[in-house]
């Protein structure tokens, strides 16, 4: 057999690695957005809970404005991650069944590698309830 008919399966196994690393190097990056978007989860949760705690303190007195107000002001004040963009923080109070506050949010947190695949941004949200 002539020399470059030798070299042919070489170059394939080559090609066919190369090819095989792509959704590797990709499933990796996603694991790092996915477990940044995470860490931002267990931030938002963290202000989540602290804002239910807090606003049950004085619901019972305040209008809905002005509960809406000071969720967003205290947990804005405890949320220190800025990488987290669009935050959209609600609070309700209820007393169905007892009082309740209830707090929820969201942010969206910009990925790296997985722009690459058309995921610009991951949303994570969370919700916590102070009875």
Same mark, same amino acid.
């Given at each position: /057999?002539?020399?470059?008919?030798?070299? =042919?399966?070489?170059? !394939?196994?080559?090609?066919?690695?190369? $090819?095989?690393? #792509?959704?590797? *190097?990709?499933?990796?990056?996603?694991?790092?957005?996915?477990?940044?978007? !995470?860490?931002?989860?267990?931030?938002?949760?963290?202000? #989540?809970?602290?804002?239910? #705690? *807090?606003?049950? @303190?004085?619901?019972? !007195?305040?209008?809905?404005?002005?509960? =809406?107000? !000071?969720?967003? @002001?205290?947990?804005?004040? $405890?949320?220190?991650?800025?990488?987290?963009?669009? #935050?959209? *923080?609600?609070?309700?109070?209820?007393?169905?069944?007892?009082?309740?506050?209830?707090?929820?949010?969201?942010?969206?947190?910009?990925?790296?590698? /997985? +722009?690459? /695949? +058309?995921?610009?941004?991951?949303?994570?949200?969370?919700?916590?309830?102070?009875?």
């Amino acid at each position: /057999m002539p020399a470059a008919s030798h070299a =042919q399966p070489e170059a !394939n196994v080559a090609i066919t690695f190369a $090819m095989a690393t #792509l959704p590797v *190097i990709g499933a990796v990056g996603a694991t790092v957005d996915y477990s940044h978007a !995470n860490s931002v989860k267990v931030a938002l949760q963290a202000a #989540l809970d602290s804002t239910a #705690l *807090i606003l049950s @303190k004085e619901a019972a !007195n305040d209008t809905s404005t002005t509960l =809406q107000s !000071n969720a967003v @002001k205290y947990f804005k004040a $405890m949320f220190t991650r800025p990488e987290g963009t669009d #935050l959209v *923080i609600t609070a309700s109070y209820a007393t169905d069944g007892g009082s309740a506050v209830v707090a929820n949010g969201q942010v969206d947190v910009p990925t790296v590698f /997985m +722009g690459v /695949m +058309g995921y610009s941004k991951i949303t994570v949200k969370g919700s916590s309830t102070a009875k």
